[in-house]
T-cell receptor, first 111, second 112 residues
Framework: DQQVKQNSPSLSVQEGRISILNCDYTNSMFDYFLWYKKYPAEGPTFLIS?????DKNEDGRFTVFLNKSAKHLSLHIVPSQPGDSAVYFCAATGSARQLTFGSGTQLTVLP | KAGVTQTPRYLIKTRGQQVTLSCSPISGHRSVSWYQQTPGQGLQFLFEYFSETQRNKGNFPGRFSGRQFSNSRSEMNVSTLELGDSALYLC???????????FGPGTRLLVL
């Protein structure tokens, strides 16, 4: 039972354009959501997070949007850069405190 | 501030052996969590330690165990290794439970 789903295994965008990565969840007890970026042979790097009391959080080129009624969140990267090419994981947590991860989306930013 | 460190980075073992992996959290972080990453199952939670106590455990067999020391450093142990235990084992630390987790580079375990 996948509680956090990233339905797009891959995404390609042109440098300078917007990258939109999507994530859906099923567990209504999740109240804190995070995005991590991962390069091969490295651990995930924390990017940005959002609490369920908010619907938007921005940090530089990264913005996360949360739609609680749809149980959907998205990560926007503007403008996209070639160095952003990596696997992006969505993660969620609730009172249990452990992170539940999605399966990841491979983002490729084309020069 | 130094990040999360994990040792060793790479390990090759044979079936039936046991292995111990080590994790040093970011200075000041008292919570340590362990995750397993495999191509088939993705990133899965193993267990979480805070103040030397296991606070939460994922759905893994009893062959997987861990502990945390008074300096917050943590070890995980896998006994009677199976081929399916081949994975990247990731450690993450946070200031406390429910705080943002920061990951180490992982230990790549190959079981032959």
């Amino acid at each position: 039972d996948q509680q956090v789903k990233q339905n797009s295994p891959s995404l390609s965008v042109q440098e300078g354009r917007i990258s939109i990565l999507n994530c859906d969840y099923t567990n209504s007890m999740f109240d804190y959501f995070l995005w991590y970026k991962k390069y091969p042979a490295e651990g995930p790097t924390f990017l940005i997070s959002i609490s369920s009391i908010k619907d938007k959080n921005e940090d530089g080129r990264f913005t996360v949007f949360l739609n609680k009624s749809a149980k959907h969140l998205s990560l926007h990267i503007v403008p996209s850069q070639p160095g952003d090419s990596a696997v992006y994981f969505c993660a969620a947590t609730g009172s249990a405190r452990q992170l539940t991860f999605g399966s990841g989306t491979q983002l490729t930013v084309l020069p | 501030k130094a990040g999360v460190t994990q040792t060793p980075r790479y390990l090759i073992k044979t079936r039936g052996q046991q292995v111990t992996l080590s994790c040093s959290p970011i200075s000041g972080h008292r919570s340590v969590s362990w995750y397993q990453q495999t191509p088939g199952q993705g990133l899965q939670f193993l267990f979480e330690y805070f103040s030397e106590t296991q606070r939460n455990k994922g759905n893994f067999p009893g062959r997987f165990s861990g502990r945390q020391f008074s300096n917050s450093r943590s070890e995980m142990n896998v006994s009677t290794l199976e081929l399916g235990d081949s994975a990247l084992y990731l450690c993450a630390s946070s200031l406390g439970p429910r705080e943002t987790q920061y990951f180490g580079p992982g230990t790549r375990l190959l079981v032959l």
